[in-house]
């Protein structure tokens, strides 16, 4: 198998481990995390930024088929959720493309994946958030993550206006998400160059 067919199975097992993680553990756990990029994450610290980019943009557009094959639920809004996804493999490849950055020490090594996903988290509750704003203005469907809602709802009984409650609403749980997905994907990265080699030997 030459290296671009591998890279195309990389990329479509980790677009359907994602889907399976969050199946795991919000589905089937009822744990109220995403935890749909550690897959995404890995791929970048890996194989670099396109196939990254190629993961986190067509992680959404296969969920929505997904939930709307098997519950019935359609929302155009979801894809536009791979902007998220897109902007975590941006700031993660900034740091991940110098990866003997991450071998001077381990608290190097923490500090960087800290900044990942601090930076992820901001511009994953930034845009997330943006979306949710548009979705429940101007859009009547069921939320598939219904702790995010919870929060949006709190801060509206607040007073808080429609679009800072969704900013606000979006804190917690991308917060942690995006924490143990980056930690996650860095160990499903050391788990790929152990197994496979590094990707430059594909």
Known sequence: MNRRW?????????ILLNL????????????PLFLDTIFTVAI????????????????NFVDT????????????????????????????WAFARRKEEF?????????YLLLISLLSSSASILIGGTIDFIRFSYFDIPDSMAPIKQFTDGFLSRKFNLF???????IPISMTDR??????????YKLYV???????EL
Not at 20 to 31: K, M, N, R, S
Not at 103 to 111: A, D, E, K, N, Y
């Open 6 to 14: 591998k890279i195309t199975l990389f990329c479509t097992v980790s």
């Open 20 to 31: 399976g993680t969050t199946l795991l553990f919000y589905d089937v756990l009822h744990i």
């Open 44 to 59: 970048v610290f890996y194989l670099g930024l396109i196939p990254g980019l190629v993961v986190g943009f067509l992680f």
């Open 65 to 92: 088929l997904f939930n709307f094959l098997f519950r019935g639920i359609f929302s155009p809004t979801n894809v536009f959720f791979s902007l998220c996804g897109a902007a975590i493999v941006l700031i993660t």
């Open 103 to 111: 071998q001077i020490s381990i608290p190097i090594t923490l500090l």
């Open 164 to 170: 800072a409650s969704c900013i606000l609403g979006q």
């Open 179 to 188: 924490l143990i997905s980056t930690f996650a994907g860095f160990g499903v």
């Open 194 to 200: 152990k197994f496979f080699g590094p990707a430059e």
